[in-house]
């Protein structure tokens, strides 16, 4: 009884509900012990039940109410809703970019009713951060995998080069890297909001280049962050020419640089 007090305690500051329902479902027992009733604690009073309604009750609700300004529901539909937003919305970054962020184009990607985007994720900042949280979230997983798949064997500078790149860029990367991915990655690097989620993505995404190498023969490169930075720069100085072959191109600027190991 002490624990479930305990626990009411601390949830009811962000749900009254749940701490009322659990006071009901206490007030009862209370009543059953005082009475000297001889059926078992809570017989009678659907005791599960009530309690898994309560657990359903659990809202922390309003903007900032959960990460990056979501609104938190525990739900079962509820949750299912907002996951899908957020997958639709990492999807929306990934491939389009900052402009295809809106609540109405999040919610139609994720199919469900447009004003179920502005419930959960009551601006557009929030909405964005979250974007940005879900996208290095999967872009850090895709990396990681795409890296421990990659078969074991020498390979050549310009070769090794083109793996890093798809995997600094995971889940998939084509001519339109730079524009499609590096831009709102550079612009989120500059947003006080954002920076915070991207360097906590960094070291996951070094740790995934550091496998490439290795598994490359490549393991006498050690600085692997100057690497990085070099793979963002020849992306960049790439896309300033043709729209065609501009991974071709950034793999030949790190192929050299690896030609130096």
Same mark, same amino acid.
């Given at each position: 009884?002490?624990?479930?007090? &305990? +626990?009411?305690?601390? $949830? ?13 479902? *206490?007030?009862?027992? &209370? ?5 000297? @009733? ?37 739900? +079962?539909?509820? =949750?299912?809703? $907002? $996951? ?16 295809? *962020? ?5 919610? %139609?990607?994720?199919?469900? !009713?447009? +004003? ?6 009551? @601006?557009?900042?929030?909405? *964005? ?26 390979? #050549? ?7 890093? *790149? ?8 084509? %001519?339109? =890297? ?7 990655? @550079? ?8 920076? !915070? ?13 550091? =496998? &490439? ?8 490169? @050690? ?7 070099? &793979? %963002? ?7 300033? +020419? !043709? ?6 191109? #950034? #793999? ?10």
């Amino acid at each position: 009884m002490i624990v479930l007090y &305990v +626990g009411i305690s601390a $949830q009811s500051m962000t749900s009254p509900s749940l701490a009322s329902e659990f006071t009901s479902i *206490i007030s009862s027992a &209370v009543r059953c012990r005082d009475h000297g @009733t001889s059926r078992k604690p809570y017989a009678g009073m659907n005791y599960s039940s009530r309690v898994q309604h309560a657990r359903r009750l659990v809202v922390v609700a309003g903007e900032g109410g959960g990460r990056d300004g979501e609104r938190a529901m525990v739900q +079962g539909r509820g =949750v299912d809703r $907002q $996951q899908r937003m957020i997958d639709a919305a990492a999807t929306l970054l990934i491939d389009e970019g900052f402009d295809a *962020i809106t609540h109405r184009r999040v919610a %139609d990607a994720a199919g469900v !009713p447009r +004003g179920s985007a502005s419930y959960y994720f009551p @601006t557009r900042a929030g909405l *964005i951060a979250t974007a940005v949280r879900a996208a290095e979230d999967l872009r850090l997983a895709s990396a990681t995998a795409y890296a421990e798949a990659l078969p074991e064997r020498r390979r #050549a500078s310009r070769e090794t080069a083109r793996e890093l *790149i798809a995997t600094a860029f995971a889940p998939h990367v084509d %001519d339109t =890297v730079a524009v499609a991915r590096l831009d709102p990655m @550079t612009v989120a690097l500059r947003d006080p909001e954002l920076a !915070p989620i991207m360097r906590e993505h960094r070291p996951g995404i070094l740790a995934a280049l550091g =496998v &490439v190498l290795e598994r490359s023969g490549r393991g006498d490169v @050690t600085d692997i962050d100057l690497l990085a930075h070099l &793979v %963002d720069a020849a992306l960049i100085t790439a896309a300033s +020419g !043709p729209a065609e072959g501009v991974i071709d191109r #950034a #793999a030949d600027l790190v192929g050299r640089f690896l030609d130096h190991y």
